[in-house]
């Protein structure tokens, strides 16, 4: 298995210890009064009047080493189930778009309830989409219950893990509702988790009251936590990438002393959208040779700390699919893979993970596989090497009528499902299909022909309950 190192031992020693420093000797902001007594009582020098809480080494420390090593993300679809775990990567979609284009029209439009469902059941179907990051925020609900129908969409039309977020203490809780109503109770869906809660922090060094609400009642109930800081080099990071890492890694850190304080067991994903700003344009970027860089950093660090990582990952500030969109999501998909990110994030979205759009979910399944079979590498069996084999043909004959070329190809080989292989003169004659094309008959396929695994019909009425509930209570706020 191929393995990218972008940082030394001693670096990786020597950006831990930065970020020590930075906890012990700056602090984070915490504005939530029960954050502050947890680090009170576990020793923090707590400013309450500043409210930043100024962490030691020790009980940093401490923290990683009570932090679960790995854990299992659980799937409705059972099928669907993997470990996180050291020497795994997995790829998955991105959100939270608010436009899509339109597959009709090929123009931007708000992204509505039924194509947050639609784009689902296409991610279902996808093989190399591993888990669905609920890919847009729907603009036909209202905001302050958004999240809401993103956990029921997502729930009701895909089979595999999800990731979603969870703005406060009622969003979280009532996505734990939603868990344990599939799973059969709270203490089903701690041991089988069928979804990881995201919880962003803002940077730089602050944890907003809304998220730490979040990762409290997270961690009390024992579900997986996507802990996401992302900090804008050149902006409110360092411009340099090393000063970047220093500030992340200390704001996750961060975060894992606060699940520890409230529950040590509780599985965690140390996720970092770092990325940097275009000093021409002011524009955030996410689809450039740094944005690959940092999070390969990040990879490298999960290992140090035995910690699951994830990141973003096959992302494009292309605003279609185009050649610039090829080649920025193949780049910011194979560094961290190759660095061995456990959870790698951005598939199915456009303009800077903005607008969703069914062809790009389809193409990016594409790029997943090739870059899937990059990292498996090159295998060294006997078998493999084929010596034996290479003697039998001999001179001047072909391999094509061998057993042995039968029982390997397609294990050794990576067959496409949508680029082009044809000769020219074939592909003419074939009517010169056109990629964009391609996919959105593959996306609109789909749809018409694939189930995902259906919640029971009573299960699903008590979820929606819980977000009509959640609706009245917004509306009398």
Not at 111 to 136: I, S
Not at 168 to 179: F, P
Not at 340 to 369: C, F, H, K, P, R
Not at 417 to 446: C, F, H, N, Y
């Amino acid at each position: 298995m191929l393995r990218l190192e972008v940082l030394s031992e001693e670096q990786l020693h020597e950006l831990h210890v930065a970020a020590l420093d930075i906890l012990q000797d700056v602090g984070v902001k915490f504005s939530l009064p029960a954050a502050l007594e947890l680090f009170q009582s576990a020793g923090a020098e707590v400013d309450e009047k500043k409210k930043v809480v100024k962490i030691p080494y020790y009980l940093v420390e401490e923290s990683i080493k009570k932090t679960p090593h790995k854990f299992t993300a659980h799937a409705r679809d059972a099928r669907y189930t993997f470990e996180v775990e050291r020497n795994t990567v997995h790829f998955g979609t991105v959100g939270f778009a608010t436009r899509i284009v339109d597959p009709e029209t090929e123009n931007f439009r708000p992204l509505f309830k039924t194509d947050l469902a639609n784009l689902a059941k296409v991610a279902d179907a996808l093989e190399h989409v591993d888990y669905f990051l609920t890919m847009g925020e729907p603009m036909d609900v209202s905001m302050g219950v958004a999240d809401r129908y993103q956990w029921l969409l997502s729930l009701e039309n895909i089979g595999k893990h999800i990731w979603c977020q969870s703005l406060d203490r009622d969003g979280a809780l009532d996505a734990i509702k939603m868990g344990a109503l599939i799973c059969g109770g709270e203490k089903e869906l701690a041991k089988t988790p069928i979804f990881t809660v995201v919880v962003c922090l803002p940077s730089p060094l602050e944890h907003d009251p809304g998220g730490t609400e979040a990762l409290i009642e997270c961690s009390r109930a024992g579900v997986p936590m996507m802990i996401d800081s992302g900090p804008l080099s050149g902006a409110n990071s360092p411009a340099t990438l090393a000063g970047t890492l220093v500030l992340n890694v200390a704001e996750l850190l961060s975060a894992v002393v606060l699940t520890r304080l409230v529950n040590p067991r509780a599985p965690l994903v140390l996720t970092s959208w770092a990325r940097s700003i275009d000093m021409k344009t002011g524009s955030v970027v996410f689809g450039s040779p740094e944005f690959g860089l940092l999070h390969a950093c990040i990879a490298q660090m999960g290992r140090f700390y035995d910690i699951p990582t994830g990141g973003g990952g096959v992302l494009s500030d292309s605003k279609t699919v185009d050649a610039q969109n090829g080649y920025e999501k193949m780049l910011t998909g194979i560094l961290p893979a190759l660095s061995g990110l456990n959870m790698v994030t951005g598939m199915g979205l456009v303009g800077s993970e903005s607008i969703a759009s069914y062809q790009q979910l389809i193409m990016d399944n594409e790029v997943v596989g090739m870059i899937k079979r990059a990292k498996r590498g090159v295998g060294f069996s006997k078998d493999a090497l084929a010596v034996e084999l290479i003697k039998k043909v001999g001179f001047e004959g072909n391999f094509l009528k061998e057993k042995h070329t039968l029982q390997h190809y397609h294990a050794e080989h990576w067959i496409p499902t949508l680029s082009d292989r044809d000769t020219p003169d074939g592909w003419v004659r074939s009517g010169s299909p056109d990629l964009r094309q391609k996919a959105k008959e593959a996306a609109m396929q789909i749809l018409k022909t694939h189930q995902p695994q259906p919640i029971p019909s009573e299960i699903d009425v008590e979820l929606r309950k819980v977000v009509e509930l959640a609706e009245r209570k917004h509306a009398k706020t």
